[in-house]
C-alpha cells in the first residue's frame, strides 16, 4: 500500500519506518525542515534503539521519504496515519490539541478523493466527532472521508518491537464506518496474520484505550512505591515484597518494580489527562485512585531527596553529589518529566553542587537544564563525590566496578534509587549502599 505519516517525531517517524518495514511506501510528512532532512538522510533527530538503522535501510531503497508539504501528502495516499504530539496543556492537566487540530485542518482542503484518516495520537474521549466535523466542512471528499482511531502502545527503547510485534491491535470506528476497516486491515495484515488480537472498536473506546493502560501501569508502580513507604517506616524490604506479590499471576511481577518512580512523556502526561476528562464526564468519583498514584509517584522523588539529605549528616549545603542517570528511563535520550533531573534539580536547590553523567541524554539535559554540572564518563564523574545517586538504570551503570570507583569520591557513599546495583558488589567494596524501600 502507499500511506502516509502527518507528524514525525517520536511516534510518527518509528512508525513511518515500520510501514515501511512491513513493506509499504510511505511518505513521512512534518513542517519541521530541519527534521525532515534528517530522516531523508536516514538518521532519526532522536534516540530510539535500532531506528536509524531501519530508517537508513528505507531511504536507501526510496520506499520511505519524508516532506514538510500537505499538499504532496494528501496527493500520495489515501490511508493518512496522524501522530502528532499531544502534549499536557502548561498549568492543567488536560491534553493540548492544538498540533493535532491544525494538522486535520491542512489536510483536509487537499483531500479530493475518498481517504482514510487514522489518528494514533493520544486525545480525550470524543476527540474523533470533532475530528469528522473539521473533514467533512473542509475536505473536498466530504463523508467520503472516513475516520479511524488506532491508538500506540509504544515503550521507548522498545518502539520498534512493539510495532512490528505488537500485543494487541486497536481499531475504532464510527457506527457507520464502510470501508476504513477493511483498509486499516490491509495495512495491518501482516500483523493480524501473525496472530496478534485485533479488537475492533467504537470512537470512544479506542480513544480512552492508551489512557485507560497507561493509567494502569502507573497505578501498578505507584503501588509497589506505596508498599516501599510501608516497607521504610518497617524495616521490610519492598525488593523482596515485591517478588512475594508478583508470584501471584493475577498480580505479576512485570512492571512492578520499586523504586525512583515513573517519568516520560507517556505515564504522567496520561494519568493527568485520564484524571481531567474523567471529571469531565462527571465520572471524577472514579479517579481517586489515580490521583494517589500520581502523588505517590511525587512522593518518591521527595524520598530521595530527604535519604540524600539524611546521608550527608542532615545538610546539602556545598556537597558535591554524582548523579548517574539523565533520562527518565535507559536506552533512550528523552528526559521529559525525568524522576532523575527533578531530583537534581531539588538538591541543587538545597546548595548541593550537583555533577550529572548519562549514555546518550546529556546533550538534552544542558539544553534544559544549564545549571547543573554534567561529565561524559561516569567514572571520571565520581570523582571527589560527597555521595553518588543511580537514578537511571542503564546497563553502562551496572556493568561498572565498584572497587575500581573506592578511591576517587571523598566518601563512599551510594543511594540506588532504582535497586538494580548488586548490594553486596558495591558493599564489599566499601561502599555505604542504600536504596528506597529497604533495610
Same mark, same amino acid.
Given at each position: 500500500?502507499?500511506?502516509?505519516?502527518?507528524?514525525?517525531?517520536?511516534?510518527?517517524?518509528?512508525?513511518?519506518?515500520?510501514?515501511?518495514?512491513?513493506?509499504?511506501?510511505?511518505?513521512?510528512?512534518?513542517?519541521?525542515?530541519?527534521?525532515?532532512?534528517?530522516?531523508?538522510?536516514?538518521?532519526?533527530?532522536?534516540?530510539?534503539?535500532?531506528?536509524?538503522?531501519?530508517?537508513?535501510?528505507?531511504?536507501?531503497?526510496?520506499?520511505?521519504?519524508?516532506?514538510?508539504?500537505?499538499?504532496?501528502?494528501?496527493?500520495?495516499?489515501? #490511508?493518512?496515519?496522524?501522530?502528532?504530539?499531544?502534549?499536557?496543556?502548561?498549568?492543567?492537566?488536560?491534553?493540548?490539541?492544538?498540533?493535532?487540530? +491544525?494538522?486535520?485542518?491542512?489536510?483536509?482542503?487537499? #483531500?479530493?478523493?475518498?481517504?482514510?484518516?487514522?489518528?494514533?495520537?493520544?486525545?480525550?474521549?470524543?476527540?474523533?466527532?470533532?475530528?469528522?466535523?473539521?473533514?467533512?466542512?473542509?475536505?473536498?471528499?466530504?463523508?467520503?472521508?472516513?475516520?479511524?482511531?488506532?491508538?500506540?502502545?509504544?515503550?521507548? +527503547?522498545?518502539?520498534?518491537?512493539?510495532?512490528?510485534?505488537?500485543?494487541?491491535?486497536?481499531?475504532?470506528?464510527?457506527?457507520?464506518?464502510?470501508?476504513?476497516?477493511?483498509?486499516?486491515?490491509?495495512?495491518?495484515?501482516?500483523?493480524?496474520?501473525?496472530?496478534?488480537?485485533?479488537?475492533?472498536?467504537?470512537?470512544?473506546?479506542?480513544?480512552?484505550?492508551?489512557?485507560?493502560?497507561?493509567?494502569?501501569?502507573?497505578?501498578?508502580?505507584?503501588?509497589?512505591?506505596?508498599?516501599?513507604?510501608?516497607?521504610?517506616? +518497617?524495616?521490610?524490604?519492598?525488593?523482596?515484597?515485591?517478588?512475594?506479590?508478583?508470584?501471584?499471576?493475577?498480580?505479576?511481577?512485570?512492571?512492578?518494580?520499586?523504586?525512583?518512580?515513573?517519568?516520560?512523556?507517556?505515564?504522567?502526561?496520561?494519568?493527568?489527562?485520564?484524571?481531567?476528562?474523567?471529571?469531565?464526564?462527571?465520572?471524577?468519583?472514579?479517579?481517586?485512585?489515580?490521583?494517589?498514584?500520581?502523588?505517590?509517584?511525587?512522593?518518591?522523588?521527595?524520598?530521595?531527596?530527604?535519604?540524600?539529605?539524611?546521608?550527608?549528616?542532615?545538610?546539602?549545603?556545598?556537597?558535591?553529589?554524582?548523579?548517574?542517570?539523565?533520562?527518565?528511563?535507559?536506552?533512550?535520550?528523552?528526559?521529559?518529566? +525525568?524522576?532523575?533531573?527533578?531530583?537534581?534539580?531539588? #538538591?541543587?536547590?538545597?546548595?548541593?553542587?550537583?555533577?550529572?553523567?548519562?549514555?546518550?541524554?546529556?546533550?538534552?539535559?544542558?539544553?534544559?537544564?544549564?545549571?547543573?554540572?554534567?561529565?561524559?564518563?561516569?567514572?571520571?564523574?565520581?570523582?571527589?563525590?560527597?555521595?553518588?545517586?543511580?537514578?537511571?538504570?542503564?546497563?553502562?551503570?551496572?556493568?561498572?566496578?565498584?572497587?575500581?570507583?573506592?578511591?576517587?569520591?571523598?566518601?563512599?557513599?551510594?543511594?540506588?534509587?532504582?535497586?538494580?546495583?548488586?548490594?553486596?558488589?558495591?558493599?564489599?567494596?566499601?561502599?555505604?549502599?542504600?536504596? #528506597?524501600?529497604?533495610?
Amino acid at each position: 500500500m502507499k500511506l502516509t505519516v502527518v507528524g514525525c517525531g517520536y511516534l510518527g517517524a518509528t512508525h513511518a519506518a515500520c510501514m515501511a518495514e512491513l513493506g509499504h511506501e510511505v511518505l513521512g510528512m512534518d513542517c519541521d525542515m530541519d527534521k525532515v532532512a534528517s530522516l531523508n538522510s536516514g538518521k532519526a533527530p532522536f534516540f530510539e534503539r535500532d531506528l536509524d538503522a531501519l530508517l537508513a535501510k528505507h531511504t536507501a531503497t526510496g520506499s520511505l521519504t519524508f516532506t514538510a508539504s500537505y499538499a504532496e501528502a494528501a496527493h500520495f495516499a489515501d #490511508l493518512h496515519f496522524i501522530g502528532v504530539g499531544t502534549p499536557q496543556t502548561p498549568g492543567m492537566n488536560t491534553y493540548d490539541l492544538t498540533h493535532l487540530y +491544525s494538522a486535520v485542518r491542512q489536510l483536509a482542503p487537499r #483531500l479530493t478523493k475518498p481517504a482514510v484518516i487514522a489518528i494514533k495520537s493520544t486525545v480525550p474521549v470524543g476527540t474523533a466527532p470533532r475530528v469528522t466535523e473539521i473533514l467533512q466542512a473542509h475536505a473536498p471528499a466530504g463523508d467520503q472521508v472516513e475516520v479511524a482511531w488506532n491508538p500506540e502502545f509504544l515503550r521507548e +527503547s522498545f518502539a520498534i518491537e512493539d510495532t512490528l510485534r505488537p500485543d494487541r491491535l486497536v481499531l475504532g470506528f464510527a457506527a457507520e464506518h464502510t470501508w476504513a476497516e477493511a483498509v486499516l486491515r490491509q495495512c495491518f495484515a501482516k500483523i493480524i496474520e501473525s496472530g496478534t488480537p485485533t479488537i475492533v472498536t467504537d470512537w470512544a473506546t479506542a480513544e480512552l484505550a492508551k489512557g485507560a493502560a497507561n493509567s494502569f501501569l502507573a497505578t501498578k508502580i505507584s503501588f509497589i512505591n506505596a508498599m516501599a513507604e510501608v516497607c521504610e517506616t +518497617s524495616g521490610a524490604d519492598v525488593s523482596q515484597l515485591a517478588e512475594i506479590l508478583g508470584h501471584d499471576d493475577r498480580i505479576g511481577r512485570r512492571g512492578m518494580r520499586p523504586g525512583l518512580g515513573f517519568g516520560g512523556g507517556c505515564l504522567p502526561k496520561d494519568i493527568r489527562g485520564f484524571i481531567a476528562q474523567a471529571t469531565k464526564l462527571g465520572a471524577a468519583a472514579a479517579t481517586g485512585i489515580l490521583r494517589e498514584a500520581d502523588a505517590v509517584n511525587t512522593r518518591r522523588r521527595e524520598a530521595m531527596v530527604t535519604l540524600a539529605r539524611e546521608q550527608l549528616g542532615g545538610t546539602l549545603m556545598g556537597k558535591r553529589i554524582t548523579i548517574w542517570g539523565a533520562a527518565f528511563k535507559p536506552n533512550t535520550d528523552d528526559i521529559r518529566d +525525568s524522576p532523575a533531573l527533578t531530583v537534581a534539580q531539588k #538538591l541543587q536547590a538545597l546548595g548541593a553542587i550537583v555533577t550529572v553523567t548519562d549514555p546518550k541524554a546529556l546533550d538534552n539535559a544542558r539544553k534544559m537544564h544549564p545549571e547543573l554540572d554534567y561529565i561524559d564518563d561516569p567514572i571520571a564523574a565520581v570523582q571527589d563525590a560527597d555521595l553518588l545517586l543511580h537514578l537511571t538504570e542503564w546497563a553502562e551503570f551496572g556493568h561498572i566496578d565498584p572497587h575500581h570507583l573506592a578511591r576517587r569520591p571523598a566518601q563512599t557513599l551510594v543511594i540506588d534509587g532504582r535497586g538494580t546495583l548488586n548490594a553486596d558488589t558495591w558493599r564489599q567494596a566499601g561502599w555505604t549502599y542504600r536504596t #528506597l524501600g529497604r533495610p
